[in-house]
């Protein structure tokens, strides 16, 4: 083979190289879409938080000090992540009449939150009183955040339930990274459609880390001492305060989340900081169930940790896929 014919082989060669090399990127996807939890369908992925027993949260351990356990059996860990991950945030807001003396701190407090996230999240934003709306879809559009918020109007009742219903079925549909939703309220639902207990399964099963940011207390300790100072709650008995701020705490506890007492809305800045500062400090545990059935069952879940005195929290379970009611949707 002469040197010409040698050197054509070899130009053709690295020029089919190179569009083979150009068409395998273009089918994988790209590092800059974000990082992703559970490329694994199957993946089970565990935020777990973990504090000191005097304040504070335990930084820097290694992937060998957690144990997970599902239903009482060890786990092997397929994902381990001890720095923060990406993660989307649903901040659900109550635009219902009862919050409209404070709604101006409300957005400041939210706005400033949602300008400091890190670059890899993202965020959407849903409005609820007697209707639930979609105002952001997922993104980062930072320029209309101050329109959206300003179109807000207070008014009506509250359909917080119908709110955590819509935002675990509809708007984390399809999501496979890091979740939390986030929700501002003065806790007390009136006119939702869908009971308690819908809700709080539709939010165990969006897999969200639900953040509830509650006025109930501070409103029921407000009337207790000054009756004049009742205004719209004027006819709420003091059981109904109760037992709205149980539900709130269950529906947390069970997501993995957290209830937060502001006295009153003015302290929005701190609480949004607390929820920013527990997501930025969790680790991250994936792994695929030793239990291959998919039929729906809850599975409990336990994280243990080699870190004396520490207070370890996480979701407590979830329910597995559910491969019967999958084949009868299609």
């Known amino acids: 083979m002469t040197g010409n014919n040698k050197l054509v082989i070899a130009i053709f060669l690295l020029a089919l190289s190179t569009v083979l090399l150009c068409a395998q990127q273009q089918q994988q996807p790209s590092d800059q879409s974000g990082f992703k939890i559970g490329v694994e369908v199957n993946m089970v992925t565990v935020p777990v938080t973990v504090r000191k027993f005097e304040g504070?949260?335990?930084?820097?351990?290694?992937?060998?000090?957690?144990?997970?356990?599902?239903?009482?059996?060890?786990?092997?860990?397929?994902?381990?992540?001890?720095?923060?991950?990406?993660?989307?945030?649903?901040?659900?807001?109550?635009?219902?009449?009862?919050?409209?003396?404070?709604?101006?701190?409300?957005?400041?407090?939210?706005?400033?939150?949602?300008?400091?996230?890190?670059?890899?999240?993202?965020?959407?934003?849903?409005?609820?009183?007697?209707?639930?709306?979609?105002?952001?879809?997922?993104?980062?559009?930072?320029?209309?955040?101050?329109?959206?918020?300003?179109?807000?109007?207070?008014?009506?009742?509250?359909?917080?339930?119908?709110?955590?219903?819509?935002?675990?079925?509809?708007?984390?549909?399809?999501?496979?990274?890091?979740?939390?939703?986030?929700?501002?309220?003065?806790?007390?639902?009136?006119?939702?459609?869908?009971?308690?207990?819908?809700a709080l399964q539709a939010g165990i099963r969006s897999e969200a880390a639900i953040y509830v940011v509650s006025k109930t207390e501070a409103v029921r300790q407000m009337i207790t001492s000054d009756r004049s100072l009742q205004g719209i709650y004027s006819a709420v008995p003091q059981e109904v305060f109760v037992q709205a701020d149980l539900a709130l705490r269950r529906l947390a506890y069970e997501t993995g989340g957290r209830v937060l007492y502001p006295n009153s809305f003015g302290q929005l800045d701190n609480v949004y900081a607390q929820v920013d500062e527990e997501l930025r400090n969790q680790y991250t545990i994936g792994y695929i169930s030793t239990n291959a059935l998919k039929d729906g069952s809850y599975r409990h879940i336990e994280v243990k940790v080699d870190a004396p005195g520490a207070q370890v929290s996480s979701r407590p379970g979830y329910y597995s896929p559910d491969e019967l009611n999958e084949n009868k949707k299609r």
């Open 56 to 198: 504070g949260f335990v930084k820097g351990l290694p992937e060998s000090a957690f144990h997970i356990y599902e239903d009482g059996q060890l786990q092997e860990c397929s994902f381990f992540a001890q720095e923060k991950v990406p993660t989307r945030i649903a901040i659900i807001l109550d635009n219902s009449g009862s919050v409209r003396t404070e709604w101006g701190t409300i957005k400041y407090s939210t706005k400033k939150f949602l300008e400091n996230l890190a670059p890899e999240d993202a965020f959407a934003l849903v409005s609820f009183n007697t209707e639930i709306r979609l105002k952001i879809d997922w993104g980062r559009r930072m320029d209309r955040l101050d329109p959206v918020l300003t179109s807000i109007y207070c008014k009506d009742n509250t359909k917080l339930w119908d709110a955590v219903w819509v935002a675990s079925n509809d708007v984390f549909k399809g999501i496979r990274e890091k979740k939390a939703m986030i929700i501002m309220s003065d806790g007390l639902d009136n006119d939702s459609s869908v009971s308690y207990e819908e």
